[in-house]
């Protein structure tokens, strides 16, 4: 499948069946936003990263996300686009670097 097909595949599964918003800034952040809780699926060519205010939002989001396409989960995000993410739970930080 092409990336375009691809992304069009993808943006019809977040938007149409899992009720995500599209990003206005960026075509390819969704988010769904409801009270306290947040989920945003960031979209790199066949690669998406989640980050959710709550830890079940992610699971919620990749099962569903399983029923339309097949998804492989590579644990807590460590890279993303030639940035290290690493996470200092106790301080509350997260150390960005190139």
Wanted: charge should be neutral.
């Amino acid at each position: 499948m092409k990336t375009r097909q691809w992304y069009q595949k993808l943006t019809q599964i977040f938007v149409d069946s899992m009720k995500f918003c599209w990003c206005n800034v960026d075509q390819a952040v969704f988010f769904k936003c409801d009270r306290e809780k947040l989920t945003v699926v960031a979209v790199h060519i066949d690669d998406c990263t989640i980050a959710a205010s709550l830890l079940s939002l992610i699971e919620e989001s990749k099962a569903e996300l399983k029923k339309s396409v097949e998804v492989t989960g590579l644990g807590e995000l460590h890279w993303l686009l030639g940035i290290e993410i690493k996470r200092d739970r106790m301080y509350c930080v997260i150390h960005l670097s190139q």
